[in-house]
Structure formats: structure tokens, C-alpha cells
């Protein structure tokens, strides 16, 4: 027996045209730009070529403790001197390309602009340089926001980024598993002794998830590493949770004076 359809199907059968079609007429109006340059685009979240080439891809070698580009290959497991004299907590940190001002443009669309469809080629980028990880991980997590600042902002850039990341290469996103328990001032600006203390004990494992974490690999996830003081602090709230270890996976990476400009 052939089914009448409802009221809402009709509705929804002829909505999702529409939306479509209103959607082109939008772009018509206001074709999609570039988000380091304005120019237009074949789609939002998308760099034009110019933009595109001058980012700075971090390729191997690097260093595989922290992930920073070396100038020349000094052989495998290579360490550099700041994974020497400071090893982080995480066991490997990987980042898709050097902040400079085509990625900036990315971030700043991402986290400040409401443009989340630029997490959808940020996260693209961020699987490339972070196979090894992704293919070790069990879960992925994201660098959580303060609730007030989740209110006011209204969403987490990191949690789109985890998002996008985990349904890109079917992955177990854990979304809710890290909390941010303390209201921390902005990190720039900090030197990395403050920025250290800033985020000391920010971060708690939500009690429903201890369980299930116990004795698993986490890919945290962020938007930029700069010092690491961030990903650090949470990647020990996640250990004292029973995380086995952490991976840390991130779009873009500071180097030398780079911060200023963030």
C-alpha cells in the first residue's frame, strides 16, 4: 500500500529546494571570498591560489616530540633542543602549517567570525599531517572552551575542527569528555611562565567519562599551538582521567616571533 505522504514530508520535500535555491541566489549576491583576501571563491571556507601558495605546509623533517620543522633531516626520531631541555606531557604534537597571515585569515574566519565552514579544509589539512596520530588514536577530543566564554562566543572553534576531523576519517569524537573548570585569561600576550600558571589546573575529565577513557590513546585537538601551555594542562587532566596517552593534533603552529600577530 503506497504511503500518503504527511503534511511535514511535503513540507520538507519542497523546503530543501528552496533552501538550495535561495542559497545560489546568496551567492549570486554575495559570491563566497577568500578568506585571507576577500577575493571570490568557489566556496566559503575556501583560500584563493594566491593565499593558498603562501602557506607555509610543515612537511617532514620535524621534530617527533613536538612536531617543529627542522631545516634539514637529522635522521629518524630526531628530537629538537626545546623537546630536550622541556618534554611536554603529550607523547607527539603535530601541526598542519606555520602561522603566518593566510592562516591567520583562516583562524580568525574560524573563531571570531562565525565562518565554520573553514573547518572544513582545516581539518583537511590537519589529517594529512597528523596520520601517525590519527591511525593510533581511540578518541578524539577537543581543547574545551570556559562555559561563560562557550556563552558568549556561542560555539568552540576546537570542537568544529574535532568535528570535522573525526567524521572525515571515522573516528570516536568525544566531545563533553574534558571539561574547562576555571575561567583563564587569554593567552596571548603571556610570557610562558604566566601562561603556564594561567592554565594550571583549568582542565577536569567529566566523571561519566572516566570509564570509558580508562586505558585509551586521545587525538586533543586545538586551533593553534603556540606554547603549549594549553594542550600541556590538558593533556594531564586527561592522564590523571586514565587517558593511556595523548596525542596532540592542531592547524596551525607559532614559531620565533609569530605570536605577536595572533
Partial sequence: ??????????????????????GRLVDLVYPPGCAGCGRPVADDGF???????????????????????????????????AAIADPQPFA?????????????ALVHDLKYRDRHEAARIMAAAMRRAGADLIADCDLVVPV??????????????????????????GLDLAADLLLRRKRTRPQVGLTAKDRKANVSGAFAVDKSWRERLAGRRVLLVDDVFTSGATVA??????????????????????????????
Fill in 144 to 169: 574545551p572552551l570556559h562555559s561563560f566564554r562557550l556563552w558568549m562566543r556561542r560555539y568552540n572553534q576546537a570542537a568544529l575542527l574535532a568535528r570535522a576531523l573525526a567524521y572525515g576519517s
Fill in 47 to 81: 583560500l584563493c591560489g594566491e593565499c593558498w601558495a603562501g602557506i607555509r605546509w610543515i612537511e617532514r623533517p620535524w621534530c617527533e616530540h613536538l612536531g617543529t620543522p627542522f631545516s634539514h633531516d637529522l635522521g629518524p626520531g630526531a628530537l629538537s633542543a
Fill in 233 to 262: 594542562a590538558a593533556t594531564r587532566a586527561l592522564k590523571r582521567g586514565g587517558a593511556a596517552d595523548v596525542d596532540v593534533l592542531t592547524f596551525a603552529r607559532v614559531v620565533g616571533n609569530a605570536e605577536d600577530n595572533i
Fill in 1 to 22: 500500500m503506497e504511503e500518503t505522504p504527511t503534511l511535514a514530508g511535503k513540507s520538507r520535500r519542497f523546503a530543501e529546494p528552496l533552501g538550495r535555491l535561495g
Fill in 92 to 104: 607527539r604534537a603535530r601541526s598542519a602549517a606555520l602561522y603566518g597571515e593566510a592562516v591567520k
